[in-house]
């Protein structure tokens, strides 16, 4: 049981059945908490909080054809009300801070047990913040000042959809590759790469791409 009171109210925003459907399994071992509405995109979600107002946003950023980023920050300005769990694939050492400053309360990878499901959300429900041990000890640590600030951090100037492309780019993927992930043009990803290299200073291709690896390397680094 996850809270002390009746009928929670979760929507569940992901494109994938296969992980609602694993949500329902998890939301189904308390009898406190339903799932009363599930979305495959954020349209759909946005509609739908007007008219089944929920207590929890179970959200998936990494749904195509939208920016998960940007629909939490939305939710949290115009319903602060709302609580957000980001529960995804998307990893947590690239995206959870992220997640955090636009909104959510949470995050938790899908890789997680039920029971860490259910002990997040009876932590947002109750009004505190939920990461693993290992984000909040890194979140902990910057904040002490034991990590150098760093105003060229891309994580702290880059837009979300810029940031997106830039993970990916150090992944290795090609502006093609990407604008089919995130089913974009591949001309809106390239401008995308413009802006990033005129906000970091950098002056070509293969330094964005060195950058880009550098910091995914760091982001993990630091949460060990």
Request: overall charge negative.
């Amino acid at each position: 049981m996850i809270m002390a009171r009746n009928a929670i109210n979760i929507h569940v925003i992901d494109n994938q059945v296969e992980s609602r459907n694993a949500v329902k399994r998890m939301v189904e071992e308390s009898d406190q908490a339903t799932i009363t509405a599930e979305f495959a995109s954020y349209e759909e979600a946005w509609q739908g909080i007007s008219i089944a107002y929920p207590d929890i946003l179970v959200v998936e950023i990494g749904v195509r054809n939208g920016n998960g980023m940007e629909f939490v920050r939305k939710v949290r300005l115009q319903h602060p009300d709302v609580r957000i769990l980001v529960f995804t694939h998307q990893d947590e050492n690239l995206y959870a801070e992220r997640a955090l400053r636009v909104g959510a309360h949470g995050y938790l990878m899908k890789s997680a047990n039920p029971e860490e499901f259910l002990r997040a959300l009876r932590t947002i429900m109750r009004g505190d913040f939920y990461v693993s041990p290992a984000i909040e000890e890194k979140i902990l640590r910057g904040i002490a000042g034991q990590e150098e600030a760093d105003d060229k951090n891309p994580e702290h100037i880059l837009s979300n959809r810029e940031l997106e492309i830039f993970v990916k780019i150090g992944e290795g993927l090609s502006s093609r590759e990407i604008a089919a992930q995130l089913a974009l043009s591949i001309k809106t990803v390239e401008t995308h790469r413009a802006h990033i290299k005129r906000k970091l200073n950098i002056r070509s291709a293969r330094e964005l791409v060195q950058q880009a690896q550098e910091w995914i390397t760091h982001a993990y680094a630091v949460s060990k």
